[in-house]
């Protein structure tokens, strides 16, 4: 058995040659040797030099906050960008024609994104915040007017309600697939009610025929939120072309990316020439403003990528399927209720949601999460907080009382997501089932 004594003497070329081994010398001498009960007796006869050597493992360790755990979290992350050589060049081949700004590739990538949608009009944004927002201004939501939300969403779904200084409403939420639900948003409609807008959360498309039967039932617009759904698919049909309008996300972690921007998907030419006059300063043409608008364009650079991107939605979501179905298939622990996918819908995987329920091997969620992270699996909590709690919200008056979406609230305290992102490998997958089928 090798000694104290041993690893000590091989200490400065091992920090010469491997600079980044310093932690793990450390963790074997304050662990392993102490526990051997060698470590001591040799820093009987250490002499100061290795003394101080042995501080500043220990500085290096306190400076920057390291253990082995935090070293093994970025082991398999929760999501991983996948750039390829096609929008290297592609961006490339931008920044080298000298035109930057909103141009021809935007145009260009609208028309290939209508038509993956399988709608007449697609309109680029700087983000799927705006894309929300312009959308409501579109349509003319106005201060006064009520659009109902569900409350377990990304903020963005009811901020873009408050940003036209309309009110918010909360809808409840489905327990299996976590969508709107179309029964308690029937109980929340007014006479003030103008829009819906279903959020296809996770990428599991909402019950479209449900709620679209309800808003021709009251004549209200229906909005799609797309944010985590690209390729989606209820009835065969994609997603972003069931309402008046759809509106995607580019963010890094969605299934296909532009780093950040959005897109409103629509057969309405009215809604996407209202839609483009505003995301440029309501320009007309060239220096005739014809209504107040704002900057909010997607850049040719962005786009650029969008184009690349969708070329490979299709196989990148199909990965998404086969890694969520693999853990669907090999997960087998107890208290552990994995995702849920109604018949006639294409499920994408944004995310990967469990829930946590009774049975459960450990007592709270957090030290399920802490051990994940110890064994390098990257895990996350969408969302922490139904949006009616969080602190905006409760600052307006929103409680649970009159919010009334107790399925939300209670998702909130025992929904995790796990890895599922293209990039995960076979070897990934097998070890997250290794890992959840040994906790006892």
Not at 4 to 19: M, N
Not at 66 to 80: L, Q
Not at 257 to 279: F, H, N, P, Q, Y
Request: hydrophobic content about 40%; aromatic content about 8%.
């Amino acid at each position: 058995m090798i000694t104290a004594e041993e690893v000590i003497k091989s200490l400065p070329g091992l920090l010469k040659e491997h600079p980044e081994l310093r932690l793990k010398i450390y963790d074997t001498l304050s662990e392993e040797f102490v526990r051997r009960g060698e470590f001591y007796e040799f820093m009987k006869k250490s002499d100061e030099r290795f003394e101080k050597l042995l501080q500043e493992l220990r500085e290096f360790r306190e400076d920057t906050n390291f253990s082995r755990r935090e070293m093994k979290k970025i082991m398999i992350p929760m999501a991983k960008p996948v750039i390829g050589n096609e929008e290297l060049q592609a961006v490339a081949e931008v920044l080298k024609s000298g035109m930057l700004a909103q141009g021809k590739v935007v145009a260009e990538f609208e028309t290939a994104f209508a038509k993956y949608v399988g709608v007449k009009n697609a309109v680029a944004v700087s983000n799927g915040t705006v894309a929300l927002d312009i959308t409501l201004k579109s349509l003319g939501i106005k201060e006064g007017d009520e659009v109902i939300v569900p409350s377990f969403s990304f903020i963005s779904t009811a901020n873009a309600v408050l940003f036209q200084g309309a009110k918010p409403v909360f809808a409840d939420v489905d327990e299996r697939t976590f969508n709107i639900n179309p029964e308690d948003l029937l109980e929340k409609i007014s006479n003030r009610t103008k829009a819906i807008i279903g959020v296809h959360l996770f990428g599991h498309p909402f019950d479209v025929k449900e709620i679209q039967d309800i808003c021709e039932d009251y004549n209200i617009y229906l909005i799609e939120d797309c944010a985590q759904a690209h390729g989606a698919e209820y009835e065969h049909n994609k997603v972003g072309g069931f309402g008046v309008a759809g509106c995607f996300s580019f963010y890094a972690t969605k299934n296909m990316t532009t780093g950040e921007g959005g897109m409103i998907t629509t057969d309405s030419e009215k809604i996407a020439e209202v839609c483009r006059l505003l995301r440029s300063h309501g320009e007309s043409q060239k220096y005739y403003h014809t209504m107040l608008g704002y900057n909010y364009r997607m850049t040719d650079v962005l786009a650029a990528m969008g184009v690349a991107q969708l070329k490979r939605l299709d196989i990148s979501n199909e990965k998404r399927i086969r890694n969520a179905e693999y853990l669907n298939q090999h997960i087998n622990l107890s208290g552990l209720k994995l995702p849920d996918r109604k018949k006639g819908v294409k499920h994408v995987y944004h995310q990967y949601a469990v829930i946590i329920e009774n049975g459960f091997p450990m007592s709270r969620r957090e030290k399920f999460m802490q051990y994940l992270r110890e064994k390098g699996i990257g895990c996350a909590i969408h969302y922490p907080l139904p949006i009616h709690k969080q602190p905006l919200y409760q600052r307006m008056g929103y409680t649970d009382e009159n919010a009334r979406c107790p399925v939300a609230t209670a998702l909130s305290d025992k929904i995790l997501s796990l890895p599922v992102h293209q990039a995960l490998t076979e070897k990934d997958l097998m070890y997250i089932v290794e890992i959840l089928n040994n906790i006892k």
